[in-house]
């Protein structure tokens, strides 16, 4: 996922997300409002080459941790939409890096894998800005509309509140590159 670290030849990185560093939070437009809320990194670990190509490894997020701070609201969005106690983790498993610019001590690039999301696999593309905080550890933005309802997750809309069917997701991560 990082194209920062020099490339000197082909040669596989591992980037460790660092939990307590990275915010994960969540825009769901609805009527008259937009609910917001934030889901913790359970872990991360991304294999790649520095250049592009295959990737490997699996973010996890803790669908159990998600909240919008208004517990009627996660209670409803726990037991119909995410459905957390039977399927307590989101996955990203990358499978494909693609490194589109490079300047200085950033980059943009693509990371396409698939997202584990209810037991089923959705393809999804994130574009990122990288920027090298220091020698072995970078900081990483991303943004990403999902198309939860198309994906089969409960349409939480009623006669009273129409709620959008994609949500966009933020992520601030911060993690450290390894050999």
Same mark, same amino acid.
């Given at each position: 996922?990082?194209?920062?670290?020099?490339?000197?030849?082909?040669?596989?990185?591992?980037?460790?997300?660092?939990?307590?560093?990275?915010?994960?939070?969540?825009?769901?437009?609805?009527?008259?409002?937009?609910?917001?809320?934030?889901?913790?990194?359970?872990?991360?670990?991304?294999?790649?080459?520095?250049?592009?190509?295959?990737?490997?490894?699996?973010?996890?997020?803790?669908?159990? &941790?998600?909240?919008?701070?208004?517990?009627?609201?996660?209670?409803?969005?726990?037991?119909?939409?995410?459905?957390?106690?039977?399927?307590?983790?989101?996955?990203?498993?990358?499978?494909?890096?693609?490194?589109?610019? &490079?300047?200085?001590?950033?980059?943009?690039?693509?990371?396409?894998?698939?997202?584990?999301?209810?037991?089923?696999?959705?393809?999804?593309?994130?574009?990122?800005?990288?920027?090298?905080?220091?020698?072995?550890?970078?900081?990483?933005?991303? &943004?990403?509309?999902?198309?939860?309802?198309?994906?089969?997750?409960?349409?939480?809309?009623?006669?009273?509140?129409?709620?959008?069917?994609?949500?966009?997701?933020?992520?601030?991560?911060?993690?450290?590159?390894?050999?």
């Amino acid at each position: 996922m990082l194209a920062l670290v020099p490339v000197v030849r082909a040669e596989t990185r591992t980037l460790t997300l660092d939990p307590g560093a990275t915010q994960i939070v969540f825009h769901l437009g609805a009527t008259l409002h937009t609910v917001e809320g934030a889901i913790p990194l359970a872990r991360g670990e991304i294999r790649f080459d520095p250049s592009g190509g295959p990737a490997s490894g699996e973010i996890v997020i803790d669908a159990r &941790r998600a909240t919008t701070a208004l517990s009627s609201r996660d209670a409803k969005m726990h037991e119909q939409v995410l459905e957390s106690a039977r399927f307590p983790e989101i996955i990203f498993h990358p499978q494909r890096l693609d490194v589109k610019t &490079r300047e200085g001590k950033s980059a943009e690039i693509e990371l396409s894998g698939t997202l584990e999301l209810l037991g089923k696999q959705h393809p999804v593309v994130l574009p990122a800005r990288l920027e090298s905080v220091d020698a072995d550890r970078i900081e990483i933005d991303t &943004r990403v509309t999902l198309p939860y309802v198309d994906w089969g997750l409960t349409d939480v809309s009623n006669v009273l509140l129409r709620v959008h069917k994609d949500v966009a997701v933020d992520v601030h991560a911060s993690g450290v590159i390894g050999r």
